[in-house]
């Protein structure tokens, strides 16, 4: 055992079902879940921020915040989440999306943590469009509309896929097809966390 946090990244495109799959995932595992999307929508919201204005542009754009920013939010809810609530398992959800957040991520984390695994939501486009315009009826994002979700689709395939080949090619991924309904989906992602399970504590 180390006292090393552990986390698995969660990526795939807007409306992949990365923050759905997350909360099953914390119901059954209790692990603890970490939207950077979240945490910089919160952070873009705090009236004092000295970076909201940064945020609410990137957000809109569907680009990607500096990762000074996303990785000082992320390390403070893990270190958080270890000293008060004994919590060292980690779903990062949304993160690394380019190559910035990857080389951030490595220089001011890779010694402070074991990466078991980076879970892949594979989406076709079109379904992830729709699926991000059927919430934005209710979500009140900035982003769930067409002109942002346009870009956001690019920065997916231009930025972010790349980080994921970075990981396939270190043997971290783990893929599952997000287009069949949101249990089934669970199935095989319930498989693989077990499995994740089975090697941390052998
Ligand atoms: P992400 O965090 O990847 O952007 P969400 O989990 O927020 O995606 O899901 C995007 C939208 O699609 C939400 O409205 C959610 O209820 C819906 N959704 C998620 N998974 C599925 C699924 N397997 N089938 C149909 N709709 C889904
Ligand atoms: O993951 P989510 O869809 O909630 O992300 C919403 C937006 O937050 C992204 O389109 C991007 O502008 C920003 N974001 C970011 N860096 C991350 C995660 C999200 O800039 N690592
Ligand atoms: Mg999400």
Known sequence: MTDKYNVIFILGGPG????TQCNKIVKEFGFVH???GDLLRAERNEPDSEFGEEIAQHIKNGSIVPVAITCSLLKREMKRSKENDDKDFFLIDGFPRNNDNLDGWNSEMSGLVNLKSVLVFDCPKKVCVDRCLERGKTSGRTDDNKT????????FTDSTMPVIEYYRRENLVNEVSAERPEDEVFEDVKRIIQ??????NS
């Open 148 to 155: 942002s979700l346009e870009k956001r689709i690019q920065t």
């Open 34 to 36: 970490l939207s950077a």
């Open 195 to 200: 499995k994740i399970q089975s090697e941390n």
């Open 16 to 19: 992949a079902g990365k923050g």
